[in-house]
């Protein structure tokens, strides 16, 4: 059920339809047809804080529910992490959103998924922009089998970007502090990086297309302590420009990097053992770790269960 | 982990209940030192300062511990932080304790059969069931009765109001009195200080069971 994405969701084929646009607005850009939403889509919320929002998702594997009625708004500018015991669907949400579960045989949604007002699970929604918008960084530093510059180089090109691509490939490795360490051996292969170094590569890559929203899927699961510090730092220094969301394992690393957690969890599980997950809190990460309201998030964060 | 953090949490509990025995006796003995003019009894309380010294700051040490080793959250959060205050409230109480029994050597030695106010016993009796309620509610995790208690903090406030009116109108009325006056004025704010922690307790129980800071919030009971 995981397939190992071939490029990082920013290196699709597509021109850019708005080169250089500005991070926030430019709704239109999404769409390759303007009569393409359903007649019964309800209306998108207008929260202009909240970048992502979902109501009432639900995403199901062939027969199998694997997410029940999910109703979130990711703040914008904010660090929102996915937490929840194994199976419980959080990644699953994050791949909603950018609608990677497409590449899933099987998988399809009900309900609603809007980014900035847009449906993004509507026919009309280009998920090729989509993506491009919405970045993506996996468990696996998955660095292409080329040099660090034309790792980051290669999905700005492919979107036909024309500006100064030295000066891009520049700013995204030092937007993803990694400019110091590899500024000269550029033409080295990115996968002689050490893994740390390899998952800032990956971000580097997806900020040089310039994304309004980086989901990351356990970015530092196959890191070291220090290299995960790393990772952490830098996503606190990119949530001033992007909104990041980000699953873990790690409920340290959820209380230290984010601003709101939404803690999903299993419900019931059923006879053959597949186990649907649901959203039992949603909630500012100190207030969640403090005094959480729901007795699920409370009993998994303090390993009472999970 | 999780049975080493129960077990760690478990001890934790324990000592505490052992120190907030341990204080309110010595506050009891204190008092009692003070109304039956019993040196031997404050001399008591005096000795066992150091050791209540040493116990608050081993259990600080383990609350750190657990804190750095076990990174607790939710409620095991608010449990170990409330024990750590209700640690630093009682070793203040200890402190109390010390200074009323002071005031009762003082007294034994230089104002010999100084009469002692009616109403401290009174005063006594609720403060004494302050540091008692707020510890049972901090046991059984019952934050209506920790509210109950905290509201008894205004009940003490008013017997050391009316003891101290009457001391002063005491002293007033014979200048011979002002030497024991002094020494039982001090004795009384030492109490009402005592009233005071324990409410700080009540007030970190409602913490640990509600997640709620309630300090200051005084028409909230």
């Known amino acids: 059920m995981n397939p190992e994405p071939r490029v990082g969701g920013d290196a699709e084929t597509a021109p850019r339809t708005q080169s250089q646009s500005s991070p926030t607005g430019d709704v239109s850009a999404l769409k390759t047809s303007p009569a393409g939403d359903s007649a019964e889509a309800i209306a998108p919320p207008r929260s202009t804080d909240a970048v992502l929002e979902t109501h009432n998702l639900s995403v199901y594997y062939n027969t199998l529910l694997a997410l029940r009625e999910i109703t979130i708004a990711i703040p914008r500018n904010r660090i929102t992490a996915l937490i929840g015991p194994s199976g419980c669907g ?55 089998p080329k040099t660090i510059y034309q790792n980051v180089a290669w999905g700005a090109r492919i979107n036909g970007y024309q500006g100064d691509m030295d000066e891009l490939v520049e700013r995204s490795l030092r937007r993803a502090a990694l400019w110091d360490e590899v500024k000269g051996k550029l033409r080295e292969s990115g996968l002689e990086l050490s893994g740390g170094q390899q998952q800032r590569l990956c971000i580097a890559r997806t900020l040089a297309v310039e994304p309004e929203v980086i989901l990351m899927d356990e970015p530092c699961s196959a890191l070291d302590p220090v290299s995960t510090a790393r990772v952490e730092d830098l996503m606190d220094d990119l949530k001033d420009e992007y909104t990041i969301v980000i699953v873990t394992h790690n409920m340290q690393q959820a209380r230290r990097v984010s601003d709101m957690t939404a803690c999903l969890m299993p419900d019931e599980a059923l006879a053959d053992g597949h186990r649907t997950g649901v959203l039992a809190e949603f909630s500012a990460t100190d207030r969640l770790f403090t005094n959480p309201k729901d007795p699920r998030t409370e009993a998994y964060i303090t390993g009472r269960i999970g | 982990m999780l049975n080493h953090f129960f077990r760690d949490m478990e001890r934790l509990t324990c000592e505490i209940l052992k120190l907030a025995a341990t204080v309110e006796e010595l506050i009891h003995t204190a008092i009692h030192a ?39 959250v939710a409620v095991d959060l608010r449990r170990v932080t409330a024990v750590l205050k209700i640690n630093n409230d009682l070793e203040r109480m200890a402190d109390l304790a010390v200074n009323i029994a002071e005031r009762a050597i003082y007294l034994n030695k230089y104002c010999k059969g100084a009469a002692i106010p009616e109403k401290l016993e009174a005063m006594t009796a609720v403060a004494i069931r302050m540091v008692r309620g707020s510890l049972d509610a901090f046991v059984n995790l019952d934050a209506d009765k920790a509210r109950a208690i905290r509201a008894l903090d205004d009940e003490v406030d008013r017997y050391n109001r009316e003891i101290i009116d009457d001391l002063k109108m005491s002293m007033r009325s014979d200048p011979d009195r002002i030497e024991a006056g002094l020494e039982l004025f001090s004795a009384t704010r030492h109490l009402e200080r005592v009233a005071d922690h324990a409410a700080n307790i009540a007030e970190d129980v409602v913490y640990l069971k509600e997640g709620e800071i309630i300090r200051h919030h005084h028409n909230l009971h």
């Open chain 2, 34 to 72: 003070l109304c039956d003019s019993r040196a031997d009894l404050a001399d008591r309380v005096l000795r066992s300062d150091e050791a209540i010294d040493d116990w608050e700051v081993r259990i600080e040490e383990e609350c750190l511990k657990i804190l750095a080793l076990h990174q607790p």
């Open chain 1, 90 to 144: 959080k990644s699953t949400l994050l791949r909603c959103f950018n609608r990677m579960n497409d590449l899933i045989p099987g998988a399809r949604s009900e309900g609603n998924l809007w980014f900035e007002g847009v449906d993004i699970a509507a026919s009309s929604t280009d998920p090729v922009t989509l993506r491009r918008r919405i970045g993506m960084v996996f468990q696996r530093p998955n660095p292409f």
